[in-house]
């Protein structure tokens, strides 16, 4: 904890000796989160859009967190504006698509997971996720790959043996 409160007075030094700088704003919420400071989280990210507003860390920073609180409305609004700025932001694509199916907006969590994991097919998190949201729209469509041939049909199960086919093998002896 020591360490924590070291490195927060320190980005409240820097912050001190050149004005308002997103990336140390950023660092200092995601600190703020882990001691659990939801509300100086809040403004940390908040300052921290507002010093770089074409950027999108800022808001999917600030979406995480208001995903956490419970806010998820506000949460995809925020990823929404992530996405805006930078629409291959893995990080807001991945929470947009949670906020999404929390908000019950299956198609769309379904589509902005699909984007996610086409950018980048080993982020096994968002190929989870992308289940989950299927799961719970009930939508499979789409989600097998093209390039695979049907299975082949079942071959037709043998007739089950008679008595008299059976007494044709020969008796097991005992070892011996």
């Known amino acids: 904890m020591l360490f924590r409160s070291e490195a927060l007075a320190s980005y409240d030094r820097a912050l001190g000796l050149g004005g308002e700088n997103a990336d140390i704003l950023n660092n200092r919420g995601m600190l703020l989160c882990e001691l659990q400071a939801a509300i100086l989280a809040l403004e940390s990210f908040t300052r921290a859009i507002a010093a770089a507003p074409t950027r999108s860390d800022g808001y999917a920073n600030r979406g995480g967190l208001l995903m956490q609180v419970g806010r998820v409305a506000e949460a995809a609004s925020d990823y929404e504006q992530a996405l805006a700025r930078d629409p291959k932001s893995q990080p807001a694509l991945y929470g947009y698509g ?5 908000l019950n907006r299956h ?3 379904i589509a902005a997971l699909q984007r996610l994991t086409n950018l980048n097919p080993d982020y096994s998190y968002a190929l989870g996720m992308l289940v989950h949201a299927r799961k719970t729209a009930c939508n499979w469509r789409d989600s ?7 299975p082949p049909a079942p071959s037709p199960s043998p007739a089950p043996a008679s008595p008299s086919s059976v007494a044709n093998f020969p008796a097991r002896r005992p070892p011996g």
């Open 98 to 102: 949670s906020a999404l199916i929390e």
């Open 144 to 150: 097998a790959p093209t390039n695979r041939s049907p």
């Open 107 to 109: 198609d769309e969590a």
